[in-house]
C-alpha cells in the first residue's frame, strides 16, 4: 500500500483553518491618523465599516459640530459622503456632505437632501453647513466641515458612504455590500465616545455564521469527502474505511449544509429590498442537488448490478456539480459579506490545500494502478468507475 496523507490529520489542519477564518480583526486607529488640521478636533472614531474614521468637535455653548471625515472612495475618482439623518437611522432622510474631484480636478464638497433611493441632485439641506472643503491624497479623501446642529442635541444619527465614480457632476450609486449598508451608526456628541452600530450588529453576527456554516459544510467538508471517496478507495487496506469516512464526511456536510442554506433564505426573507439573485439561486441548486446525492446512498445497486454504472454516472456528475457551484458560491458570499480579506485569502489557502492533496493523490493512485495492472494484468483502474468500491 502507498503512503497517503491521513484524513484524520487533514480534517485537523482543515478545522484550524476554519478558526482562524473565524477570528475578527480591526487594526488601525483613527488616534494614530495624521492630516491637515487634525489637532483641531478632539474626539475620533474609528467608523465600524468601509474603513472611514470621523473626527469631529462639538461646541456644546453654540451647538456648531466641526468633522473631519474620512475614507477611501469604493474606486479612484469615486466620493465620500458623510451625513446626518436628523428623522431616521439610515441612508432614507439624511442630510448628507459629499466630497469628490469635479471636472476642473479640484476637490469639492456638495450637499444633497437624500429623500429616496435613486439619483442625486445637489440640495440646501437642513443644517447650515459652512467652511466645508476636501482633499483627496494616495487613494483617502478627507471631508472637512462645520454644521450648526440642533441645540441640545446629545446623539446624532450618522450615516457614511463611499462610491465608485461621479458622471457630469453627478455623484453614481454605491454599492449595496453588507460594509454599505451597515454603514450606520449612533454618534455621542457628549461623554465618552464608542461606536454604537444602529441595529446592524446581530444582523451581521448572523451573516457571519451563515458563512462560516456553508465555509465549513460545502467549502471543505464536502470536498474532504469527495477527496476520500476517489483516492482511498484504491488502497486495499482503506476498505471499508474510506466508504464510511466518505458517508460520514458528506453527511455532516450536509447537515451543517442544510443549517447555512436556512439562515441564507432567513437572511434574505429579511431584507426584501436587497437581492444577491445569483448566489441565492446557487444556494439553492447547491441544496437540492445536495438532496438528491443523499438518495443516492440509498439507490445504491449492488458493485456488480447492471444499473451500477448508471448510479455511478449520476453520484459522481451530482457530486462533482456541488463541489464546483459549492465553491464558486463560497466566493460569491465572500464579495457580498466583504469579510476582513485574511478570511478570503484562508479560505484559498484550504482549496489550495486541498487541491494539492487531490493531486498528489491522483498521481499515487496511478502509480499503484499501473504497478497492479503490471504485475497482476488486471481490469485496470479507470479512475471513476472502477469495480473495487465497496457493495
Ligand atoms: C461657536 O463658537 C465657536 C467658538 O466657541 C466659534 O468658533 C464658532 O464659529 C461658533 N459657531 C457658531 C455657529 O456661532
Ligand atoms: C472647480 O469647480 C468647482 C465646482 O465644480 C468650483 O467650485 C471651483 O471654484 C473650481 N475651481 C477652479 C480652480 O476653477
Ligand atoms: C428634503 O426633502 C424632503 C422630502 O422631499 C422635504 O420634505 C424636506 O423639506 C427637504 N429638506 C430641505 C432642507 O430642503
Given at each position: 500500500m502507498a503512503s497517503s496523507p491521513s484524513p484524520a490529520s487533514d480534517f485537523l489542519v482543515l478545522t484550524l483553518w476554519a478558526l482562524l477564518v473565524i477570528s475578527p480583526v480591526h487594526s488601525l486607529t483613527c488616534s494614530s491618523q495624521t492630516f491637515t488640521?487634525?489637532?483641531?478636533?478632539?474626539k475620533c472614531l474609528d467608523l465600524p465599516t468601509l474603513s472611514s474614521y470621523l473626527h469631529w468637535t462639538y461646541d456644546q455653548s453654540n451647538s456648531s459640530l466641526s468633522i473631519a471625515f474620512i475614507a477611501p472612495p469604493s474606486k479612484s475618482g469615486g466620493w465620500i459622503a458623510w451625513a446626518i439623518n436628523p428623522t431616521d437611522t439610515g441612508m432614507k432622510g439624511s442630510q448628507a456632505l459629499l466630497a469628490f474631484k469635479s471636472d476642473n480636478g479640484s476637490m469639492t464638497v456638495k450637499t444633497y437632501n437624500i429623500s429616496n433611493i435613486g439619483p442625486v441632485t445637489e440640495s440646501k439641506i437642513s443644517f447650515d453647513v459652512w467652511d466645508a472643503s476636501a482633499e483627496s491624497s494616495s487613494g483617502v479623501m478627507r471631508l472637512f466641515a462645520k454644521l450648526k446642529v440642533p441645540?441640545?442635541?446629545?446623539t446624532i444619527n450618522q450615516v457614511w458612504q463611499v462610491g465608485p465614480s461621479v458622471t457630469g457632476g453627478v455623484p453614481d450609486a454605491h454599492s449595496m455590500q453588507t460594509a454599505n449598508l451597515n454603514a450606520k451608526s449612533t454618534l455621542s456628541l457628549v461623554g465618552e465616545q464608542t461606536a454604537t452600530p444602529s441595529g446592524t450588529d446581530s444582523r451581521t453576527k448572523k451573516k457571519n455564521i451563515h458563512g462560516v456554516l456553508n465555509v465549513v459544510s460545502w467549502g471543505i467538508l464536502f470536498p474532504t469527502g469527495a477527496i476520500i471517496a476517489r483516492y482511498?478507495?484504491?488502497?486495499?487496506?482503506a476498505e471499508p474505511a474510506w466508504f464510511y469516512l466518505h458517508v460520514f464526511c458528506q453527511i455532516s456536510a450536509y447537515a451543517i449544509g442544510v443549517a447555512g442554506w436556512g439562515t441564507g433564505l432567513k437572511l434574505g426573507s429579511e431584507s426584501p429590498?436587497?437581492?444577491y439573485t445569483g448566489h441565492r439561486n446557487i444556494g439553492i441548486s447547491v441544496f437540492c442537488l445536495a438532496t438528491v446525492q443523499i438518495f443516492a446512498l440509498f439507490l445504491r445497486p449492488k458493485k456488480?448490478?447492471?444499473y451500477r454504472l448508471y448510479w455511478n454516472i449520476y453520484h459522481h456528475g451530482v457530486g462533482y456539480s456541488i463541489l464546483i457551484l459549492g465553491i464558486l458560491n463560497i466566493f460569491k458570499g465572500y464579495d457580498i459579506l466583504q469579510p476582513a480579506k485574511k478570511w478570503k485569502s484562508a479560505y484559498i489557502i484550504v482549496i489550495i490545500v486541498l487541491g494539492a492533496i487531490a493531486l498528489l493523490l491522483e498521481a499515487i493512485t496511478w502509480i499503484v494502478v499501473l504497478r497492479r495492472k503490471s504485475s497482476k494484468s488486471t481490469k485496470p483502474y479507470d479512475g471513476f468507475n472502477n469495480g473495487q468500491g465497496r457493495q
Open positions: 488640521n487634525n489637532g483641531l478636533y478632539k441645540s441640545n442635541s446629545q482511498l478507495r484504491t488502497f486495499e487496506s429590498g436587497v437581492q456488480d448490478h447492471k
